[in-house]
């Protein structure tokens, strides 16, 4: 058996840079997962945050248009109340208004003979009062 030499391979070098280019690849592409995965985990927690904020303001609106809500079906209530006592009003005012017609018909409907029987009772007073004023 014969021993060679250790000599260094000429395709040796080639293997050896095909893996430091592959190790500096894996690097490069390590470093721009772990780039990429920080982006995306502030865009993420920067999104949380507006998010966070915007269901803050939604609840406050919220709130606020319940008790606007609130205070227009109380508002309603009231309104409602009133009307039922203006409709009431309004009945007792037209009854009245019936009254007081049929009352002014009836006067207007008898004023000429009302009239006319004051007029003859006028007439009888004068004549009582010629007999009178005659006799005394």
């Known amino acids: ?3 060679t ?8 070098s080639r293997v050896v840079q095909a893996i430091e280019t592959i190790i500096a690849d894996s690097k490069k592409m390590d ?3 772990m780039t990429s995965e920080q982006d995306a985990q502030t865009a993420y927690e920067s999104f949380m945050k507006d998010s966070n904020k915007s ?3 939604h609840m406050k609106s919220l709130v606020n248009m319940k008790e606007a809500r609130a ?3 109380e508002s309603l209530a ?4 009133d009307h039922k006592q203006t409709v009431q009003q309004l009945e007792g005012l037209s009854q009245t208004n019936g009254d007081l017609h ?5 006067v207007m409907k008898n004023f000429d003979a009302r009239q006319a029987a004051r007029a003859a009772e006028v007439d009888a ?3 009582a009062k010629g007999i009178l004023s005659g006799m005394a």
């Open 102 to 106: 049929k009352s002014c018909d009836f």
């Open 125 to 127: 007073l004068k004549e």
């Open 55 to 57: 269901i803050i303001a």
């Open 71 to 73: 205070k227009a079906k």
């Open 5 to 12: 030499k250790y000599e260094q391979h000429a395709g040796g």
């Open 78 to 81: 009231l309104s409602e109340t």
């Open 1 to 3: 058996m014969r021993f």
């Open 31 to 33: 470093d721009e997962a």
